[in-house]
């Protein structure tokens, strides 16, 4: 398994994890969304790059790049960006019905998270049955 592939392990690990911690903080035990949803953004950044740090160290082709993990990224980061555009879409719609901004911002929130696992789940099937 290349690092490229284990980074794209924890990443989806990751996109899961927080917001799924997120959620029961907010809708399981009423946190307040507006201090509980920046320290989830900012929680996923710094553990993807910790984590993207610690397996670059422990790997052994860290930084080794061949072709078919720059067409795997490219595949899988242009379905996020896809998937990210439709988030984005449904969040102009909630906009112009004039909704709170308590759903703008989970609209967001769940446009990111929702492209960061499908762009990891199309790197992932690519690294396992190819294109």
Do not use: C
Not at 18 to 25: E, L, Q, R, V
């Amino acid at each position: 398994m290349s690092s490229r592939e284990k980074n794209t392990w924890v990443y989806a690990a990751l996109a899961i994890l927080i917001p799924g911690a997120y959620a029961i903080a907010v809708f399981g035990f009423g946190a307040d969304y507006s201090t509980v949803l920046p320290a989830a953004i900012l929680a996923a950044i710094v553990l993807a790059i910790v984590a993207s740090i610690v397996l670059a160290i422990a790997s052994r082709d860290a930084g080794i790049i061949d072709e078919r993990d720059s067409l795997i990224t490219r595949r899988g980061e242009l379905v996020g960006y896809y998937v990210l555009s439709a988030g984005v879409i449904g969040v102009l719609v909630l906009v112009l019905t004039e909704q709170s901004y308590f759903w703008l911002a989970h609209g967001i929130y769940a446009a990111f998270f929702v492209s960061a696992i499908a762009s990891s789940a199309v790197k992932l099937v690519a690294y396992r049955r190819g294109f």
